[in-house]
């Protein structure tokens, strides 16, 4: 079955320093990676996907994410955290061919300091 | 991104009493999903719903529940029987760009006394 791990229950930054959510998968083919976040008493936004092409994803609010299919990852980085940034993240992934089913991660909490 | 509305934002019920979740896209779509986020713990697929009939569902998705789609617009999320274990934020989400990305409405907050 497919799975996702995200190892971090939360990750703590520095404002203007540079963050990385941590994000690994388990597919049997080829993986349709997503990455969602969501700021409290809100629903799940959409930041970016991974289906095929440049490793390197870029997505919404200056996020970016990179697809490593050795180490079956895709972690979510941005070069300068922003203290409106502190959210839950959520890496998912598309179950399996024909179906939309998502398999979320346990989610991570992202907390940066000022 | 489509926007997607969810209604009640909260709702409280005693348990074993049926409650319905509602959520209306704003344009017209034939696919949507639902699912929980039972508090502090990840999100969790209950069903998805194509063209008035379930296409995929969980093992989460018991005889309990039921999905509709009333009048053509909204859609709906029916719980018989509730039980405590229910209490959860339930989302519906909608397809949006390629690529089997998903947009997600606001969620409602059940809570089951």
């Known amino acids: 079955a497919q799975s996702v791990a995200q190892p971090e229950d939360q990750v703590n930054v520095a404002e203007g320093n540079p963050l990385t959510v941590k994000c690994t998968y388990s597919v049997s083919g080829n993986p349709y990676l997503f990455w969602y976040v969501q700021y409290p008493n809100r629903g799940l936004q959409f930041l970016l996907k991974?289906?095929?092409?440049?490793?390197l994803v870029k997505g919404s609010y200056g996020f970016e994410a990179e697809f490593n299919k050795s180490q079956t990852s895709f972690h979510l980085k941005k070069p300068s955290a922003l203290v409106s940034d502190s959210a839950l993240y959520f890496c998912?992934?598309?179950?399996?061919?024909?179906?939309?089913?998502?398999?979320f991660g346990t989610g991570t909490r992202l907390k940066v300091l000022a | 991104e489509p926007e997607v509305t969810q209604t009640p934002s909260h709702q409280v019920t005693q348990m074993g009493q049926e409650v319905i979740l509602r959520c209306v896209p704003i344009?017209?779509?034939?696919?949507f999903y639902w699912y929980r986020q039972i508090l502090g713990q990840k999100v969790e697929f209950l069903v998805s719903f194509y063209n008035n009939e379930i296409s995929e569902k969980s093992e989460i998705f018991d005889d309990q529940f039921s999905v509709e789609r009333p009048d053509g617009s909204n859609f709906t999320l029916k719980i018989r029987s509730t039980k405590l274990e229910d209490s959860a934020m339930y989302f519906c989400?909608?397809?949006?760009?390629?690529?089997?990305?998903?947009?997600f409405g606001p969620g409602t907050r059940l809570t089951v006394l």
């Open positions: 344009s017209n779509h034939l696919y």
């Open positions: 991974y289906i095929t092409g440049d490793n």
């Open positions: 998912a992934v598309r179950d399996k061919v024909g179906t939309y089913k998502y398999i």
């Open positions: 989400a909608i397809p949006g760009q390629g690529g089997g990305v998903q947009y």
